[in-house]
């Protein structure tokens, strides 16, 4: 059973969440909250594996509050559900470290879907939009310097990063490098580990960051 805990500031939007979750077999909301401050409260009491996130709530918004569950080292994934699709609010969840991101006129197998794939550890972004919004909001270091932290990382290491840096699914990165997915696989989870990062979608941003991928390269 998959534990979910729905933050929203309107009482009505958490309460049709709740009924359209609580219809799926697999999946019990255990919680709720109403604004950012008692969504961090709320996870760390109830131990949802997924926090349905809005990001405009009073005391606290959204983007903070999942913030701070990272600070926290929460285990909670963190599934931004909002009314606002500007890039900014998308990217800024993003760095904030949220899995994924949905507006609210989904549909009810879109939402259970979605709650599913970031409790199973993915991330709910497709790598395309990523590399999009990376490009248009990250600048990089200036040509030629490369963080420290990334000599931790084997030259096969280093190569799938800047791959899914690049938008590339496991598949084609194993095509591009001629391994097989589960390799590719191996590959990314030993740079999620080394580099502290929780999922794919930080992978992107941090390729960016690091100058490992510039915007417009291929």
Do not use: W
């Not at 500031?9 to 019990?28: C, G, H, K, T």
């Not at 997915?181 to 929780?198: I, N, S």
């Not at 979608?201 to 941090?206: E, K």
């Amino acid at each position: 059973m998959i534990r979910v805990l729905v933050a929203d500031d309107q009482a009505l939007i958490r309460d049709s969440l709740r009924l359209l979750l609580d219809l799926e077999p697999d999946l019990e909301v255990v919680g709720e909250a109403g604004d950012g401050q008692e969504a961090v409260a709320r996870t760390r009491q109830l131990r949802p594996d997924v926090v349905l996130m809005d990001i405009r709530m009073p005391v606290l918004d959204g983007l903070e509050a999942t913030r701070a569950l990272a600070r926290a080292g929460s285990p909670a994934r963190v599934l931004i559900l909002t009314t606002y699709d500007a890039d900014e609010y998308l990217y800024d969840a993003m760095r904030a470290g949220a899995c994924g991101f949905l507006l609210k006129d989904v549909r009810r197998d879109q939402l259970a879907g979605a709650v599913r794939t970031v409790a199973a550890g993915d991330a709910l972004l497709h790598p395309a939009l990523t590399r999009r919004l990376v490009e248009q909001f990250v600048a990089g270091p200036p040509p030629g310097r490369r963080p420290d932290f990334l000599a931790d990382l084997t030259e096969r290491e280093t190569e799938v990063l800047a791959l899914v840096g690049r938008g590339l699914s496991n598949a084609e990165i194993a095509t591009r490098l001629f391994l097989g997915e589960a390799t590719v696989k191996t590959h990314l989870g030993r740079v999620l580990t080394k580099l502290g990062l929780r999922d794919r979608v930080q992978a992107v941003v941090l390729a960016y960051e690091s100058g490992l991928v510039r915007p417009g390269g291929v």
